[in-house]
């Protein structure tokens, strides 16, 4: 049975996934406060029995830990964009090989 390990800090989560070189990483964008904004984000590295899981939320227009942006449509629902979690994973771990999988397309 593996283990669930929560990393508090945005810096930690990236040392983590650049030292344990995984195949893919796997982001949920999830309701935040108050609950029709989908605002928080949690961040899942599997690596052997360990998963690894980082959350960050809203804070003002971008994500507390991470900031990136966050969005608002026509009537004023705040929401992540999966562009923008792409770019900024791709930016900040700079593994090409890198699969970036969205909790809903798994």
Known sequence: M??????KTWEEFKRLAIEKKPKSIV???????????LTSLKLILHV??????????????KLRKTGIPIHAD????????????NNFL????????LQILSYWTI
Do not use: M, W
């Open 2 to 7: 593996g283990k669930n390990v929560r990393v």
């Open 48 to 61: 052997e029995d360990v998963q690894y899981i980082f959350t960050d939320s809203a804070k003002g227009n």
């Open 90 to 97: 791709r930016a900040q771990l700079q593994n090409a090989h």
């Open 27 to 37: 982001y949920i964008i999830a309701l935040g406060i108050p609950a029709k904004n």
């Open 74 to 85: 026509k009537k004023g629902n705040l929401f992540i964009e999966d562009a923008d979690v």
